[in-house]
């Protein structure tokens, strides 16, 4: 089993930044695919960003394209997630997930462990 816990959240002003760490525990020596997802208030979950195993490989939703990056460190088990230029939005709980299988996709299914989610608000 793999725990995630994100970090990060908080509120902040239209144009502002927030860093958003997500620190993995337990099977942490499988190799993992890392997500970042998010979901606002009656709305369906919506894909943020994800990193292969190794860092080599990003990709974005085209809602942060340009603003977001997503980046691992995998010696401390943890991967970030920048957010940049942020707008109202973006006010979504973020939530990270992973697998240990070898996918790049960005439907949360692929995606058997998840976090709790941490809030993130900006406001105009």
């Known amino acids: 089993q793999v725990q995630l816990v994100e970090s990060g959240g908080g509120t902040v002003q239209a144009g502002g930044s927030l860093n958003l760490s997500c620190a993995a525990s337990?099977?942490?020596?499988?190799?993992?695919?890392n997500v970042w997802f998010r979901q606002a208030p009656g709305k369906e979950r919506e894909f943020v960003a994800l990193i292969n195993w190794n860092g080599g490989r990003t990709v974005y939703g085209n809602s942060v394209k340009g603003r977001f990056t997503i980046s691992k460190d995998n010696a401390k088990n943890t991967v970030y997630l920048q957010l940049h230029s942020l707008n109202p939005e973006d006010t979504a709980v973020y939530y990270c997930a992973a697998t240990t299988r070898y996918v790049a996709s960005t439907s949360s299914g692929q995606y058997p462990y998840w976090g709790q989610g941490t809030q993130v608000t900006v406001s105009s």
């Open positions: 337990g099977r942490t020596s499988i190799t993992f695919t």
